[in-house]
Protein backbone atom coordinates (compact mmCIF):
# COMPACT_ATOMS: atom_id res chain seq x y z
CA UNK A 1 0.00 0.00 0.00
CA UNK A 2 1.27 3.72 -0.60
CA UNK A 3 2.16 5.73 2.07
CA UNK A 4 2.14 9.54 1.81
CA UNK A 5 5.29 11.97 2.44
CA UNK A 6 5.92 11.90 5.72
CA UNK A 7 5.51 15.74 5.55
CA UNK A 8 2.08 15.29 4.88
CA UNK A 9 0.99 12.25 7.71
CA UNK A 10 -0.10 13.16 10.86
CA UNK A 11 -0.88 10.53 12.79
CA UNK A 12 -3.54 10.97 15.34
CA UNK A 13 -3.16 10.45 19.20
CA UNK A 14 -5.65 8.14 20.68
CA UNK A 15 -8.46 9.54 23.24
CA UNK A 16 -9.23 5.89 24.36
CA UNK A 17 -13.14 6.87 23.08
CA UNK A 18 -13.74 5.23 19.40
CA UNK A 19 -15.48 8.17 17.27
CA UNK A 20 -18.51 7.22 15.38
CA UNK A 21 -17.95 7.23 12.01
CA UNK A 22 -19.24 10.04 9.54
CA UNK A 23 -21.83 8.94 7.05
CA UNK A 24 -21.29 10.82 3.57
CA UNK A 25 -25.13 11.78 2.47
CA UNK A 26 -22.88 13.74 -0.59
CA UNK A 27 -19.68 13.99 -2.46
CA UNK A 28 -18.04 16.68 -4.94
CA UNK A 29 -15.16 17.21 -6.68
CA UNK A 30 -13.57 20.80 -8.28
CA UNK A 31 -10.15 21.67 -8.89
CA UNK A 32 -8.40 24.91 -8.26
CA UNK A 33 -4.46 26.44 -8.68
CA UNK A 34 -1.94 27.56 -6.23
CA UNK A 35 1.03 28.91 -6.45
CA UNK A 36 2.51 24.93 -6.50
CA UNK A 37 -0.63 24.13 -9.38
CA UNK A 38 -3.58 22.33 -9.81
CA UNK A 39 -5.02 20.93 -6.97
CA UNK A 40 -8.16 18.49 -6.42
CA UNK A 41 -10.70 19.17 -4.17
CA UNK A 42 -12.95 16.45 -2.52
CA UNK A 43 -16.14 17.65 -0.74
CA UNK A 44 -17.78 15.19 1.42
CA UNK A 45 -21.11 16.56 2.81
CA UNK A 46 -21.38 14.05 6.27
CA UNK A 47 -23.85 13.73 9.20
CA UNK A 48 -22.00 15.71 11.05
CA UNK A 49 -20.72 18.65 8.68
CA UNK A 50 -19.00 19.47 5.57
CA UNK A 51 -14.80 17.43 5.10
CA UNK A 52 -12.97 19.50 2.52
CA UNK A 53 -9.81 17.49 1.48
CA UNK A 54 -7.30 19.41 -0.96
CA UNK A 55 -5.13 16.66 -2.73
CA UNK A 56 -2.36 17.13 -4.63
CA UNK A 57 -1.67 14.39 -8.01
CA UNK A 58 0.42 11.73 -5.10
CA UNK A 59 -2.30 12.20 -2.58
CA UNK A 60 -4.84 11.80 -4.91
CA UNK A 61 -3.08 8.25 -6.02
CA UNK A 62 -2.74 7.24 -2.62
CA UNK A 63 -6.75 7.96 -1.87
CA UNK A 64 -7.27 6.00 -4.86
CA UNK A 65 -5.19 2.88 -4.01
CA UNK A 66 -6.62 2.72 -0.22
CA UNK A 67 -10.13 2.82 -2.17
CA UNK A 68 -9.00 0.09 -4.10
CA UNK A 69 -8.07 -1.86 -1.18
CA UNK A 70 -11.39 -1.43 0.04
CA UNK A 71 -13.06 -1.94 -2.59
CA UNK A 72 -11.10 -5.48 -2.96
CA UNK A 73 -12.09 -6.95 0.90
CA UNK A 74 -15.71 -5.86 0.48
CA UNK A 75 -15.50 -7.89 -2.75
CA UNK A 76 -14.42 -10.72 -1.13
CA UNK A 77 -16.80 -11.51 0.93
CA UNK A 78 -18.87 -12.52 -1.83
CA UNK A 79 -21.24 -9.44 -1.87
CA UNK A 80 -20.42 -8.69 -5.11
CA UNK A 81 -19.85 -4.77 -4.38
Known amino acids: ?????????????????KALPFVPTEIHVSTVMD????LGILSIQT???LLDIALDLQ???VIVDAI???RSKLDSDGSGI
Open 35 to 38: EKGP
Open 68 to 70: NAI
Open 47 to 49: TEG
Open 1 to 17: MSKLPKAMSYPMKPTGK
Open 59 to 61: TAD
